[in-house]
């Protein structure tokens, strides 16, 4: 059984920058980003595509590293964009 802190140490031994397709301990495949020491896990949401994961996350990922101030309802959308795609996908 994996526990958080497994979970925490491997994405403490991660390098900064943005990190993709990994699988985490716990078997869960998705995308990890590292700026300034702060860290950001992505799930691949059940069904969903995995590149359109990865340009949610990495768009995120840029947004906040960049040197220029992004507008907040930028960041908001992407947050969203991110959230809905680590979810599994809904059909209907």
């Given at each position: 059984?994996?526990?958080?802190?497994?979970?925490?140490?491997?994405?403490?031994?991660?390098?900064?920058?943005?990190?993709?397709?990994?699988?985490?301990?716990?078997?869960?495949r998705?995308?990890?980003?590292?700026?300034?020491?702060?860290?950001?896990?992505?799930?691949?949401?059940?069904?969903?595509?995995?590149?359109?994961?990865?340009?949610?996350?990495?768009?995120?990922?840029?947004?906040?590293?960049?040197?220029?101030?992004?507008p907040?309802?930028?960041?908001?959308?992407?947050?969203?964009?991110?959230?809905?795609?680590?979810?599994?996908?809904?059909?209907?």
């Amino acid at each position: 059984m994996v526990e958080g802190l497994d979970i925490i140490n491997w994405q403490d031994k991660q390098k900064q920058g943005f990190h993709g397709i990994l699988t985490n301990p716990a078997g869960v495949r998705g995308f990890l980003s590292k700026i300034d020491g702060s860290t950001s896990w992505t799930p691949i949401g059940k069904g969903q595509d995995d590149f359109e994961v990865m340009r949610a996350a990495k768009n995120l990922h840029d947004a906040i590293s960049s040197s220029e101030q992004m507008p907040a309802d930028y960041l908001s959308y992407l947050g969203q964009e991110v959230d809905r795609l680590s979810k599994p996908k809904v059909t209907e």
